[in-house]
């Protein structure tokens, strides 16, 4: 089983600042089979990018998915005040089973 | 536009089994590129994948679980439903139904990434 560790855990930042959030594998991600996730408080989570730098429908431009092997990257260029979230990356190169990282909590400054 | 929905008891005794159903919109299970899903959140937490069922009833289950999940399809009812028997408190989570990619195959499977959610069910075991 492939665990992801997230990190940081928590990231404070202002509106406009650039965010960069890590996913590392335990292991190789083959053909760079993860995805990102964005969870607001109290809603579904919201598929932002597979196969690593992909974004999905309806996705701003300045969310960004990068890496490959066991280290991946999402960044948001510039952020909006909506982008204060918990994002989870999730692995599927290597399922079953299917495996989430813990999550990062990207929090208002 | 797709939409899932899950429906189940809120609360379920400790040992008895959790059974939940999701209905989809627009019955789309005899696509060969799709999976459907269950994950769940306990409050608080992060996620975690269940398993996932195919158009043709194969399932895939997440091994710590496997023993006491079940997953089935009705295509005459549009829904996929879930069973996890004997739960305790550890159980206790919001359940999500999702539809899942199928369109890349690794060398194990093509489980891809969950592309619509259910708005999620929260099921709370207690006595």
């Known amino acids: 089983e492939i665990v992801l560790t997230q990190s940081p855990g928590t990231l404070s930042l202002s509106p406009g600042e650039r965010a960069t959030l890590s996913c590392r594998a335990s292991?190789?991600?083959?053909?760079?089979?993860l995805a990102w996730y964005q969870q607001k408080p109290g809603q579904t989570p919201r598929l932002l990018i597979y196969?690593?730098?992909s974004r999905a429908t309806g996705v701003p431009n300045r969310f960004s998915g990068s890496g490959s092997g066991t280290d991946f990257t999402l960044t948001i260029s510039s952020l909006e005040p909506e982008d204060f979230a918990v994002y989870y990356c999730q692995q599927y190169g290597n399922s079953p089973p299917i495996t989430f990282g813990q999550g990062t909590r990207l929090d208002l400054k | 536009q797709l939409q899932l929905r899950e429906t189940g008891p809120g609360l379920v005794k400790p040992s008895e089994t959790l059974a939940l159903s999701c209905s989809v919109s627009d019955g789309s299970f005899d696509s060969s590129s799709h999976y459907w899903a269950w994950i769940r959140q306990p409050p608080g937490k992060g996620l975690e994948w269940i398993g996932s069922i195919d158009y043709s009833g194969k399932v895939y289950h997440n091994s710590s679980l496997r023993s006491r999940v079940a997953m089935s399809l009705d295509t005459s009812k549009n829904q996929f439903s879930l069973r996890l028997s004997s739960v305790t408190v550890a159980d206790s989570a919001v359940y999500y139904c999702a539809r899942q990619e199928g369109v890349y195959c690794s060398p194990f499977s093509c489980l891809n990434w969950f592309d619509t959610w259910g708005r999620g069910t929260l099921v709370t075991v207690s006595s």
């Open positions: 292991q190789s991600v083959s053909n760079g089979f």
């Open positions: 196969g690593a730098s």
